[in-house]
């Protein structure tokens, strides 16, 4: 028989650091803090960790701006701290994938630090991508390089006191690196030997198809940032980076692993970075992008099983991130009744899980927690907050940290009288860890459950999907002994024959009632 490497059909549990425990009463998450919930994680029943950046940080944008590589952010811990967390994870049955950011550094990396003392054209500046800007449209102005824009707003370019621009895709904290300099790939060979040695069983490539831009700079014009052939991303020289990471990963033993965060032009491309020789898996969105109907989630489920068949890679499920607005109160604003928005997670989540290959989980979403959005402006620290027509944008209201227990913030997630980085809303005391685990109508008690039937069913399933006849709001198919059926509409709908395993809401004969999912073993 042949061996399924762990993170083919593996639950991965994003932890976004920051947010997830404080054990030293900073009022910001910590590698100790990981450490002393481990526990929750193997109770609630996933296979692996992903940690965002905790790497040496200005926290410009989250930690997506890294100053040191190899080093931990000291309100983060130590690289003690780390070791110590890496064991206990195995030691709990679990796998640790961390994230690698290698298209852009801090402006605080001593790099660009070094880059910034340097004149146009030294060894320094090719580490980055600096150049001259164009002539302006009045006498004496000058104008960005190119037309790109930055991914947080504004001109992809900022201008040093030298008169070169400097690229960087997303804020100006975060200059990007020059992918053609020899020097920057060797450092992250370097630095993924670093990580591994150290025991991870796998990265998270942020920004995976932006490395290598266009090498003219020409104009993006009216195209689309991520148009097939365009300037900036997935251009085809990223895919020699992969295929040398890959045989780095190959080199470990233990089924070392990466995911790529790839925004692609279309199935195809996405296609291209699962190559056997390059990543193993990349986030599919498709779940996440798609509306409230079982003819989206269907579309997406076929288009997305059909971009990475020819790979042979297994696909990956996403409903949530540290990037988007918690699921929950995505489905509550797709409208219905008050609440709907809990009752289509629940939903949500036996589709996720009844489909092959990987689920990825975003903290939290185990407590049903939803969107914060009233955080006080003052609070607000992501560099994309602002507010557009009145309303409030950015991502820190779903980076809001976890509750664990008690009444009141900090909810267990600091020591007590520790403020959080992020204020805690004032009625959460439902839903903290500790009042739900004991609660057998709970989110968490639903989650520990469907990953429970998952896990006795892991093995036995094949992988191909088999669509069943299903009424027009319904969603049915069939994985071998498993079926699941999701039901998107108001009306009860007649449900394909089978034992119950789970239900998301109570049934009625064999009627689903209106936005619930049912999880079934067949008759066959
Ligand atoms: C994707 C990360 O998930 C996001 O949080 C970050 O802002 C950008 N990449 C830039 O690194």
Redesign the pocket.
Known sequence: MTRIPWWRNAVVYEVYVRSFTDSDGNGEGDLQGIRSRLGHLRDLGVDALWLTPFYTSPLA??G??VADYRDVDPRFGTLDDFDALVADVHAHGLRLIIDI?P??SSDRHRWFREALASPPGSAERSRYIFRPGRPGERPGEEDPPNDWPS?FGGPAWTRVDDGEWYLHL?ARE?PDFNWRNPEVAQEFEDVLRFWLDRGVDGFRI??AAGLFKDASFRDLGSNDRRAPNGPIYSRPEVHGVYRRWRQILDEYDGDRMAIG?VWTNGPEDLALYLRPDELHQVFQFDLQLASWSATAFHDVIVAALKAVAPTGAAPTWVLS???SIRHVTRYERAGGLPGIGRARARAALLLLLALPGSAYLYQGEELGLPEVTDLPDGARQDPIYERTNGELAG?DGCRVPLPWSGDAEPYGFSPGGVRPWLPMPPDWASLTAEAQASDPSSMLTWYRDALAQRRRLAGVLPEDVEWLDSPGTALFFRRGPLTCALNCGENPVRLPPGTPLLTSAPLYGDLLPGDTAAWLTSSR
């Open positions: 944008d989250g997506y701006d950011v298209n852009h991914a997303y975060q942020d920004v965060e991130s540290h990037d991502r």
